[in-house]
Structures are given as C-alpha cells and as structure tokens.
C-alpha cells in the first residue's frame, strides 16, 4: 500500500515563505515523477510543479521564479519551497506522484493560507 504524506503547511504573512514536503513509502516501484497540485476553494484542483526522476521541472506560469522543487530520489521525497508567497496562493497543496507503471498515488492534501 502506498503512503504519500505531506508536511510543512500552515499559516504565513504575505510575501513569506513556506517549505511543503511529501514523503512516499510502500511501493515497490520506481517513481517516475512527483508534484505539487493546489486547490482552492471554489476552484479546480491545478499542477503548481513537477520534477522528474532526471531532475526535469516544470511549473505553472503564476509561481514560476517564487516557488523551487526538488526531490531525493533515494528517500522518495519531494519538497517545495515557496517564497514570496501572495494571498492567491491559499489552497489545499497536494503531492503527488506517478510511478513506472503509470499508477497515480496522492496525500491527503495540507493547508497553506496567506494572511495577514
């Protein structure tokens, strides 16, 4: 059974900064690649980042140049380091992860408000 479980959420000022990570265990298959998905409320759940097992990102356009992925293969860990972060940027934040045969596994989803 495989277990992705998030970390580092919660609450900060506008322009902060928060470090999310998600760890995976229980699968006995490489992972392909992991991400980050957000949701807010009222709207669609949408990619914030992805990272690859060869170290490939790719961002959407309205986090790219605050927010950095990065991942350790070896621990199957994911994180993302979010700076100067804007009140649109609250949602529920989602890790996930894709392994090599095409199964799709996610977290329960952690907490991240921009307030003052």
Known sequence: QVQVVESGGGLVQPGGSLTLSCAASGSSRS????????????????LVAMIT???????????????TISSDNAKNTVYLQMNSLKAEDTAMYYCQLTDSWA???????I???VSS
């Open 31 to 46: 992972i392909n690649h992991m991400g980050w998905y957000r949701q807010a409320p009222g709207k669609q759940r949408e």
């Open 53 to 67: 097992r060869g170290a490939l990102t790719n961002y959407a356009e309205s986090v790219e140049g605050r927010f």
């Open 103 to 109: 199964h799709m596994f996610w977290g329960q989803g």
């Open 111 to 113: 907490q991240v408000t």
